[in-house]
């Protein structure tokens, strides 16, 4: 089975706070994604990534790096964290480039930014 | 991106087959169509998906009409741990975003 790991299931920071979100799986997947979902708004891709070292950009970066140093690792990190930052954050990854390939989601970190 | 339509709640007898609609109208040809579910509080898992041809995996089943136009999600034998929201999605191209709309929540009752 594929198995998405998150670094935390809750995390509480403070304002203007940089947080370092930490995503991993072990299958061997190219491509990886920060996704944020908040109730009706739905769920928003924030960076992915095809490979090492490579990061795209989605639907809503500002406020937001990566950083994929191991085929394995995905990092999100708020420099500045913000109110607004207030969010369930999910990682996925999957198998490649391509039409079909299935995400497999991480079980989600739920930060407060206070 | 193709739209989806799908219910906002239903309800089903646990042990019995729960049948999940979706309209897709729009979609293309090469668009594919994938289910996840989302239990409270946990990241979405994927279900199943399907191009034109019925598909079927431990999970569930997946029914595409010919046209294309719409589809419907099998539970066959629904438990209470099936309770959650069920997001019919139409894939973008090339791999990248996904993006769920509001789902259906399914409930499954004693």
């Known amino acids: 089975d594929v198995k998405v790991t998150q670094s935390s299931r809750y995390l509480v920071k403070r304002t203007g706070e940089k947080v370092f979100l930490e995503c991993v799986q072990d299958m061997d997947h190219e491509n990886m994604f920060w996704y944020r979902q908040d109730p009706g708004l739905g769920l928003r891709l924030i960076y992915f990534?095809?490979?090492?070292?490579?990061?795209e950009k989605g639907d809503i970066p500002e406020g937001y790096s990566v950083s994929r140093e191991k085929k394995e690792r995905f990092s999100l990190i708020l420099e500045s964290a913000s109110t607004n930052q207030t969010s369930m954050y999910l990682c996925a990854s999957s198998l490649g480039r391509g039409l079909s390939y299935e995400q497999y989601f991480g079980p989600g970190t739920r930060l407060t930014v206070t | 991106d193709a739209k989806t339509t799908q219910p906002p709640s239903m309800d089903c007898a646990e042990g019995r087959a729960a049948n999940l609609p979706c309209n897709h109208s729009t979609i293309s040809g090469n668009e594919y169509v994938y289910w996840y579910r989302q239990i409270h509080s946990q990241g979405p898992q994927y279900i199943i998906h399907?191009?034109?041809n019925n598909e079927t995996n431990e999970m569930a089943s997946l029914i595409i009409t010919e046209d294309r136009k719409s589809s419907t999600l099998i539970l066959p034998h629904a438990t209470l741990r099936d309770t959650a929201v069920y997001y019919c999605i139409v894939r973008v191209r090339s791999g990248s975003r996904l993006t769920f709309g509001e789902g259906t929540q399914l409930t499954v009752n004693p």
């Open positions: 990534s095809y490979d090492v070292k490579m990061k």
């Open positions: 399907g191009l034109k």
